[in-house]
């Protein structure tokens, strides 16, 4: 939010008084005084005016998980492992996962606490490309490339997929690219054809790929230029 919106929202300015703080250098951000009103806030920014803490700020935290079979992309399950599980506690607190995976689906998992990051990530009107292994029971045929660009119509959400790009590694296995994550996306698109996903392993999401140095369970923190990525 701008700086200026973000504080004429509290009870104790008005807009006047919000223009003078700004013009008199009193109110900084994240230890740097601010004079521009359009400055943006996010939900980890400190704000101080005065010496008094308008908010307090929190580091925000951003992971990636190679994701391993058998385990459940939820915070909490009262019956399975979760990918929280996988983490230390004291990184665990508040985070969420940014597109989840299926309980049997492998591969890169990212994890913040930062919801507008993770919306931009996420979001199909960002169009970012989240690419799949796909391993099949039956063999994949050459015009499957087409309705995968087409779309498939999802009943359910009443809606079509948007373009996705397949590309056939061998006769049971292609590499998928959808800017979409609807819930068990892969396998209705596969299902249009009647043919059971038996392998699927996410590789990456827009620039962000999964590191090939984590083995499954393992985890590290996105280094600053991932996190720019979004
Ligand atoms: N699509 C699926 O069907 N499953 C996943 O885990 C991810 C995408």
């Given at each position: 939010m701008r700086l200026d919106r973000f504080l004429t929202n509290?009870?104790?300015?008005?807009r006047q008084h919000v223009r003078l703080l700004l013009a008199q250098r009193r109110v900084s951000v994240d230890g740097v005084a601010v004079s521009d009103p359009l400055h943006e806030v996010r939900e980890f920014s400190r704000v101080v005016v005065d010496e008094q803490v308008l908010q307090p700020g929190r580091p925000a935290r951003y992971l990636m998980l190679h994701k391993p079979a058998?385990?459940?992309?939820?915070?909490?399950?009262?019956q399975h492992p979760t990918?929280?599980?996988?983490?230390?506690a004291d990184l665990r607190d508040d985070l969420h996962i940014a597109g989840r995976l299926d309980y049997n689906t492998t591969g890169l998992l990212i994890l913040t606490n930062d919801g507008q990051w993770s919306r931009r990530l996420t979001?199909?009107?960002?169009q970012v490309a989240k690419t799949y292994l796909v391993q099949t029971e039956d063999e994949i045929g050459a015009h499957y490339v087409d309705k995968f660009r087409e779309g498939f119509y999802f009943a359910f959400e009443d809606l079509t997929t948007q373009p996705a790009q397949l590309d056939l590694l061998g006769p049971r296995e292609a590499r998928l690219a959808i800017v979409e994550g609807r819930y068990h996306q892969v396998k209705r698109m596969f299902g249009f054809f009647q043919n059971k996903v038996v392998g699927l392993h996410r590789q990456s999401m827009g620039a962000i790929e999964l590191d090939?140095?984590?083995?499954?369970?393992q985890f590290r923190v996105l280094s600053d230029s991932e996190i720019a990525c979004f």
């Open positions: 509290l009870p104790c300015y008005n058998g385990c459940v992309s939820a915070t909490r399950d009262p990918v929280l599980d996988l983490l230390p979001q199909p009107k960002t090939p140095g984590l083995a499954p369970g």
